[in-house]
């Protein structure tokens, strides 16, 4: 089945530090499936950061940068300067139809704590 | 901004009793769906919806029951609680087919069956 596979937390970052967060993909059912991340910020519900639906192209989104790499099938998210602000548990998902719908499947998300 | 309201915010329920949760949109969205989060996995899909008075089983549908009685209103049923369904619940929205489209979601409700 469809699989979105991520670097899992806790990922510790010292302010004004850059972050990489891997992800990598596999899709069944289509070639070139959507793909997000999401954020979850403490006490908050997940919200979408970025989407791209186009192999090759780049999403960017609050200082996070993610490129749909249909190669290496690979979205690794990406901020060159983290912030306090920025803690919180990230989560790549992937977006495919499926019968009357459709699905998103996520990855198991990586907490992200950056220090001061 | 899109709203999604979900009720309780935690519980805590005996094995073996019922248990409803309960979720509630203000974006006028046809979809909506019913996730679950346990440390070590990412979130599953368990029943969704796309229409009032409908709805379609997800990867894990076992001891969940769904109800969807309007497009604002979405409730999951746990008839009989076990220890293994202890985990955060998620409710989300979408305009159009998920795979496409953002989803919006609720503030989850942590669920601790004892």
């Known amino acids: 089945g469809d699989s979105v596979t991520q670097t899992e937390g806790p990922v510790t970052v010292s302010e004004s530090e850059s972050l990489i967060i891997n992800c990598t993909y596999s899709?069944?059912?289509?070639?070139?499936?959507?793909l997000f991340w999401y954020v979850r910020y403490p006490g908050e519900g997940l919200q979408l950061l970025l989407k791209?639906?186009?192999?090759?192209q780049k999403g960017s989104s609050r200082g996070f940068e993610a490129t749909y790499n249909k190669e290496t099938t690979s979205f690794h998210l990406q901020k060159a300067s983290v912030q306090e602000s920025d803690s919180a548990v990230y989560y790549c998902a992937l977006g495919e139809p499926q019968g009357t719908g459709s699905k998103l499947s996520f990855g198991k998300g990586a907490k992200l704590t950056v220090s001061p | 901004e899109a709203a999604v309201t979900q009720s309780p915010r935690s519980k805590v329920a005996v094995t073996g009793g019922k248990v409803t949760l309960s979720c509630h949109q203000t974006?006028?969205?046809?979809?909506m769906y019913w996730y679950r989060q346990d440390t070590g996995h990412g979130l599953r899909l368990i029943h969704y919806?796309?229409?009032?008075?409908?709805?379609e089983k997800g990867d894990i549908p076992d001891g969940y029951k769904a109800s969807r009685p309007s497009q604002e209103n979405f409730s999951l049923i746990l008839e009989l609680a076990s220890l293994s369904q202890t985990a955060v619940y998620f409710c989300?929205?979408?305009?159009?087919?998920?795979?496409?489209?953002?989803?919006?979601f609720g503030h989850g409700t942590k669920l601790s069956v004892l």
């Open positions: 989300a929205s979408s305009d159009r087919p998920v795979s496409n489209e953002r989803l919006f």
């Open positions: 899709a069944t059912s289509i070639a070139y499936p959507n």
């Open positions: 974006n006028n969205h046809d979809y």
């Open positions: 919806s796309y229409v009032a008075d409908s709805t």
């Open positions: 791209v639906i186009t192999a090759g």
